[in-house]
């Protein structure tokens, strides 16, 4: 692959700031696609699409120019020009110097009588003629009208030291130096039966285009390989996880499992005992089980999870339970203590801050198989941790893990089972892209006792009476707010800010404070308090969305509630409703940003889960909603799991052909697709083998 080094233009020292962003040769930068499109053509060529942002821009003849001075100490460099549709201005601000001209550039790149093209913002929404200006060019300039100006133009991610301008310009020549020179990876009877782009005209149309039909066309031919990519690799993953054998296997003794399951002091659900049943089929299966288990906030994954590690104890196996937060960790440890009081069963909490002689005696008495279960957050997955008999590995949230975080704490253990959870429902296509190597249980009904939680917009006022109200009944109440420090935004509410005013508003009652930034302890000793009725309001941020478990709490308030996802409000929604009293969760929104109008209502029409993730994921696209693209789970650039559907429905029905006729891509027309499977998800993920 040739360096990008050797791009013209680009040399040694830009070369190592594009390697920040991942890219070194020109293949890299080919595949370093625009994170959008402007259409910077004049008004009267402009096409109507949603993958095109128009710009406000000028063309005309430069009359007269005007250097300004302002108080400030700010100059204001105006150029006047004459367009076809009348008279125009662009302004160019500068910091003055009294050392050199500030305007020396501009003055001699915008004389009066040349002909330029000027982007920019408009100074006022109303006069699209006036523009505090961005970008300019000489109007005979060739080389800016083939990329910057005049035509549809790519807008990439940067970092410090590249700008918007060199990127396009280095992307241009790489176009002309490569696109086109690799052989299509995809075999011919997909291409021609799909109707898709070849990769060389592709590779120029998705950063030049010249036209919105032949854009849209060129982005089909790359998410259509993405996401059979990715189909693939999960299809061969799942084969080759079913193809090893464990070399252990369970029996159901009940010796654990009954006093459990008769001190719970409740009956399973109908949805529980299927995910129960299920589970416990895979875990005395010939090989390693692979399973998720989804169900709503509140329907009771935990005492199901519970049983499966109940299960490996019985037979002399150790499991460990990864959690998110070290919040949620320590709350399932509460949780576990309440469920495995009398049972014998050893269990611990492994903490990131924990003294070192605590935690030298806690590893070695893992690694002696003297703990049964181990709770922890990302620190279970440390380099010291080590296991005498890993049997069962669960991972809590699934969604802030990704791929190789999962696959490190299951390599732990000798081909250990997995049990991931989620809260968040996914969609049976999604599920079936995402996490293709894994079996789906899912819990539908919620517990018997649990409560609808009846939800609606409010004021902070009408919210605040309301908690006051909840108080003098003996009920606890959450209030939560979206940062812990305040914020140049006027909007938004803070933690801190705000407990000192709660504090004084409810005098008279016990106010109390959570947020990420305190210390293990602080955080310990108020989750307790409050569980333990010892506080009246929490005021807390989002950090309480899962896990916090107290009956007595009827009523959450969210302030800029427009800020959060929906799965993040039905998340803290979930906090109340889990005992006996009638509860509530009050909307307080300070402002109105994007869909969150559509966000809010719908919190207040459904109280399911299910409903909300799938208008979730419609609203906001899945990679936000499920955490892929943050954790590495793949490496879309382009495709977008729940808007682009259909294309993953052809993909999963192409690569169920592909595998059907040909298991290991082995005959010939297949060579290159496997090669390119092999360097994307064996070398550089690591998730399938494909030596």
Known sequence: MASIQFLKGVGPKKAELFGRLGIESLDDLLSYFPRKWEDRRLPAARETSPLLEPVPLIKGRIKRVRDMYTAGGLRIFKVFLETARGEAEASFFKRHSPRFDVFGQLRKDLPE?????????????????????????AADDDRALRMHVGRIVPVYPLTEGLTGRFVREAVYEAVLAGAGAAPDFLPPELVAGRGLMSPGPAARAI??????????????????????????????????????AKGFAYEVKKTLLAPFRAGLGFRFTAGQARAINEIFADMRAPTPMARLLEGDVGSGKTVVALSAMLLAAENGGQSVFAAPTEILAEQHYLTFGRFLKGLGVRFALLKGRMKASEKKKMIEDLAAGRIDILLGTHAV???????????????DEQHRFGVRQRAALRAKGDRADMLIMTATPIPRTLFLALYGDLDLSVIRELPPGRRPVRTAEATEETAFMAARDEAARGRQVYIVYPVIEETAEADTKSVKAEFERLKTLFRGRRVAMLHGRMSGEEKRLAMEDFAAGRTDILVATQVIE????????????????????????????????RGKHESRCLLVAHGRSGDSDERLRAMVASSSGFELSEKDIY?????EILGVRQHGDMDLKLA????????????????????AADPDLEKPGHGRLRRRLRELYASRWDLIDLS
């Open 381 to 395: 997955m440390g380099e010291g941790v080590r296991f005498r008999n890993l049997r069962l590995v669960v991972i």
């Open 619 to 623: 609203i906001r696209g899945a990679g």
């Open 640 to 659: 977008d799991l729940s808007r682009d559907a259909g294309l993953l429905a052809q993909a999963i029905e192409d690569r169920d052909a592909l595998l």
């Open 113 to 137: 009588g040349r002909e330029v093209w000027i982007t920019g913002v408009p100074e006022d929404p109303l006069f699209q003629s006036r523009l505090r200006a961005a970008e300019y060019y």
């Open 546 to 577: 899962v896990g916090i478990d107290v009956p007595n709490a009827a009523l959450m308030v969210i302030n800029n509630a427009e800020r959060y996802g929906l799965a993040s409000l039905h998340q803290l929604r979930g906090r109340v409703g």
């Open 207 to 244: 950063h030049f285009p010249e036209n919105n039909f032949e854009l849209e066309q060129a982005r089909r031919r790359f998410i259509y390989e993405e996401l059979l990519l990715l189909a693939l690799a999960w299809a061969i993953k799942r084969r080759q996880t079913r193809s090893v």
